[in-house]
């Protein structure tokens, strides 16, 4: 693991999104609108990662919304557009304008653009996020590849011209095909993204030998540490047809959480900035009532939250 010296940095928790479901139906209190919702998620938590980039370019002015309702300090990580990451998407999830001519397959999806094209959606991508570019709030770009992109050489020269489309971004890649990091070239891979200047991303995911889930390896490939919690739930994760919340239904439990607590204290120990993110976005049975549910991730960051206070690994308690 790479070493960085320096204090101890305390460990920022969040959630992927502030937005979904389970937790507008079953974490923030009545009443509390839609366009305060990331107001009072801010004074829970100081953190969040933003997903919804993943299926659409954001406008500059919606981010610009994002830097005005969260405080001074507040850390907002952002998820690469699927055109950035080699995901196929669909037409109608392209501007209008850079729909002309570019191709797509028989599903009308648009899978392999041109270079010219990716480039000038990076452009647009690293254009909207200004605002919070501006307001010091900007983290991370989430840049998670599809589980099809395996270590070769164009998956490697890829990578590199992404990092020199966003150079001067704190660039956190994740690998979803295993073989990335299994044992024979798990040090490989790290040195490449030290190399690039790019944070690996570490998982907390089910205990499988799918392909398509990678082992949790706890390695720094620069100065942020960056932790997403999928979940543990096997059954579900490569059922066709699922949604997102269905396959990341996990509830974690406080000793699957008390897991954590040293590797985190370690963590923040080696890092200059620690970050976990649950990205469990279901709903649990819970509460005072039989028929109540619970928000998986927001109750797991609280959890976990505790469990490191507790076992005196510093932590950020509310939001900055």
Not at 31 to 51: I, N
Not at 108 to 118: A, D, K, M, W
Not at 161 to 180: M, N, P, T
Request: hydrophobic share 40%.
């Amino acid at each position: 693991m790479l070493s960085i010296l320096g204090g101890v940095a305390p460990v920022r928790i969040g959630t992927c999104s502030w937005a979904d479901e389970s937790l507008s139906k079953y974490w923030y209190p009545r009443g509390v609108r839609p366009g305060e919702r990331l107001g009072w998620y801010a004074g829970h938590f100081d953190t969040v990662e933003v997903d919804s980039t993943y299926y659409r370019l954001p406008p500059e002015e919606m981010v610009a919304r994002w830097a005005e309702r969260t405080p001074t300090g507040f850390v907002m990580h952002v998820k690469a557009f699927g055109v950035m990451t080699r995901h196929p998407v669909k037409l109608e999830q392209l501007p209008p304008d850079l729909r002309d001519g570019a191709e797509t397959d028989e599903r009308g999806r648009v899978q392999r653009p041109s270079r010219e094209l990716r480039a000038e959606v990076f452009r647009r991508f690293r254009e909207a996020l200004r605002p919070l570019r501006e307001a010091r709030k900007l983290g991370g770009i989430l840049f998670q590849l599809p589980p099809y992109i395996v270590p070769r050489e164009s998956s490697f020269e890829y990578l590199r011209w992404a990092r020199e489309q966003l150079a001067g971004e704190e660039l956190l890649v994740e690998f979803r095909h295993r073989s990335w990091l299994e044992e024979d070239r798990r040090d490989a891979t790290l040195a490449f993204l030290e190399e690039l200047g790019a944070a690996h991303v570490i998982v907390d995911a089910p205990k499988t030998e799918a392909r398509n889930v990678v082992p949790t390896v706890l390695a720094l490939t620069g100065p942020l540490a960056y932790v997403r919690f999928h979940g543990r739930n096997a059954g579900t994760w490569n059922i066709r047809g699922r949604s997102a919340a269905e396959r990341f239904d996990y509830l974690y439990s406080d000793q699957e959480l008390r897991e954590w607590v040293e590797p985190l204290r370690e963590l923040s120990q080696q890092a200059e900035a620690v970050y976990v993110v649950f990205n469990n976005n279901g709903r649990s049975a819970g509460g005072d009532g039989e028929d109540e549910w619970i928000a998986q991730a927001p109750t797991n960051a609280v959890s976990l939250r505790k469990l490191l206070a507790d076992a005196g690994v510093p932590v950020t308690p509310v939001a900055a």
